[in-house]
């Protein structure tokens, strides 16, 4: 068997940077989003809110929860997993939605990207359910574009609540949205 001893590995075209070091207790570092494997995390983004809303609409309306990622590649998947807090002052479906955007674009539904929970009919303003969705998404984009995602809420003209109860209650929670940029 043949042992070969470095610390440093560049690519022959790269001009003295680094790609892969190897320290001497044997820990790799390869630069950011670099290590390009079939199915592992490229990158990891999250955006959350504490802030509390109200909304009554018959429409789909933005909850404020969103988070934005440049992916690293062009083919890359996204992995969206959120989870979003909602009261309401009946019992009734909390609808919500992924949407997304590509770059300056605007936003649009992704089709089938949606959760609702049925909080039944002795539902009281003090309860507060989460919704959460995990979808993997295979949008379409140029090198260098972000790619914006946010969860859109339907309360079918209940009064619902995002991040606290409907009673007004002290309590609150924090809504969140994680993208993983996932390699293929």
């Not at 983004?45 to 109200?54: D, E, I, P």
């Not at 990207?113 to 539902?123: K, L, V």
Request: proline share 2%.
């Amino acid at each position: 068997m043949s042992t070969i001893k470095t610390t440093n590995i560049t690519h022959g075209s790269n001009s003295g940077t680094n790609n892969i070091i190897l320290d001497d207790t044997g820990k790799v570092s390869i630069a950011a989003k670099k290590l390009h494997c079939p199915g592992g995390i490229i990158q990891v983004v999250q955006g959350k809110t504490t802030a509390s809303a109200t909304f009554t609409g018959t429409d789909f309306e933005d909850t404020g929860l969103e988070a934005t990622i440049t992916p690293a590649y062009t083919t890359s998947d996204i992995l969206v997993c959120y989870r979003i807090y909602i009261s309401s002052n009946t019992g009734s479906w909390r609808k919500t939605r992924l949407a997304r955007k590509i770059a300056s674009g605007s936003f649009s539904a992704i089709t089938d990207a949606h959760a609702m929970q049925f909080a039944g009919s002795d539902q009281t303003t003090s309860q507060m359910h989460g919704v959460d969705l995990d979808w993997l998404d295979d949008p379409s984009f140029s090198a260098g574009e972000t790619v914006t995602y946010r969860v859109e809420l339907n309360s079918d003209s209940s009064t619902f609540y995002v991040n606290r109860t409907g009673s007004g209650d002290n309590d609150f929670s924090t809504s969140t949205i994680t993208l993983y940029e996932i390699a293929k």
